[in-house]
T-cell receptor
Framework: DAKTTQPNSMESNEEEPVHLPCNHSTISGTDYIHWYRQLPSQGPEYVIHGLTSNVNNRMASLAIAEDRKSSTLILHRATLRDAAVYYCILRGPGANNLFFGTGTRLTVIP | DTEVTQTPKHLVMGMTNKKSLKCEQHMGHRAMYWYKQKAKKPPELMFVYSYEKLSINESVPSRFSPECPNSSLLNLHLHALQPEDSALYLC?????FGRGPSNQPQHFGDGTRLSIL
């Protein structure tokens, strides 16, 4: 599986947008980009995924660079409940498991 | 509330004990997973079951023995564990293979926190 690189930690003020970056320069054309987050004392939670086009859902938006070598998870308005570790994961065709990297720990400041 | 239920939430056991972790889902998913997560580390895959058959074993020691009695249940039997096996054990499920697995989110339980004395 191709590798992803994320900053170890980020901070955001409450009610402001948050942009969480992920680099994946060795991504292949068939790899999906998945984002999960893990709140304290909980299991990982699916956030969003995409292949080539930008994606939006009720939780977040995913912006994918045109060359697909990087992506950005966008939380439009951070709340205290969004404080978590965010994982960017690439999944190839037929991949039946998730390889978690070290992720980004997001701190939301009231 | 999570749709994947794991019991117990906490477990303390001695190195000579035998215990089991249980995982249940009623979403009709046909793929189920066990992950291990050490403190402040990302989850690591242990086992994958597809249609009740073991499809992946990530070189896990034999003191961990998985079992999938039916499509809704997944067990992890523990025997003669070591202190370094203390961790959070996570169960997950997804719809199943043959339907574009790389496009399918996994649903996780909140885990069993295991401590080995």
């Amino acid at each position: 599986d191709a590798k992803t690189t994320q900053p170890n930690s980020m901070e955001s003020n409450e009610e402001e947008p948050v942009h969480l970056p992920c680099n994946h320069s060795t991504i292949s054309g068939t790899d999906y980009i998945h984002w999960y987050r893990q709140l304290p004392s909980q299991g990982p939670e699916y956030v969003i995924h995409g292949l080539t086009s930008n994606v939006n859902n009720r939780m977040a938006s995913l912006a994918i660079a045109e060359d697909r070598k990087s992506s950005t998870l966008i939380l439009h308005r951070a709340t205290l409940r969004d404080a978590a570790v965010y994982y960017c994961i690439l999944r190839g065709p037929g991949a039946n498991n998730l390889f978690f990297g070290t992720g980004t720990r997001l701190t939301v400041i009231p | 509330d999570t749709e994947v239920t794991q019991t117990p939430k906490h477990l303390v056991m001695g190195m000579t004990n035998k215990k089991s972790l249980k995982c249940e889902q009623h979403m009709g998913h046909r793929a189920m997973y066990w992950y291990k997560q050490k403190a402040k580390k990302p989850p690591e895959l242990m086992f994958v079951y597809s249609y009740e058959k073991l499809s992946i074993n990530e070189s896990v020691p034999s003191r961990f023995s998985p079992e999938c009695p039916n499509s809704s249940l997944l067990n992890l039997h523990l025997h003669a564990l070591q202190p370094e096996d203390s961790a959070l054990y996570l169960c997950a499920s997804s719809p199943g293979f043959g339907r574009g697995p790389s496009n399918q989110p996994q649903h996780f339980g909140d885990g069993t926190r295991l401590s080995i004395l």
